[in-house]
């Protein structure tokens, strides 16, 4: 299980993407973190996610 946001989650086999989709976010508007270290979104179909990873969604909106 990999923690997702700070709670554990079963991510057997996922990618970042299956993992984004499932939650409904958007590409376009976010940034993930694995492990300390920002994901490019270019890798976001090919890393698969780990049982041990610490993953960080953060999701941008506007406001004024």
Do not use: H, W
């Amino acid at each position: 299980m990999a923690r997702i946001n700070g709670i554990e989650e079963a991510t057997d086999g996922m990618t970042l993407s299956e993992l984004l989709e499932k939650k409904g976010y958007s590409k376009r508007f976010i940034a993930v973190e694995c492990n300390g270290q920002i994901v490019p979104k270019t890798l976001y179909d090919s890393y698969e996610i780990q049982r041990e990873d610490q993953i960080e969604i953060v999701q941008f909106v506007g406001g004024g």
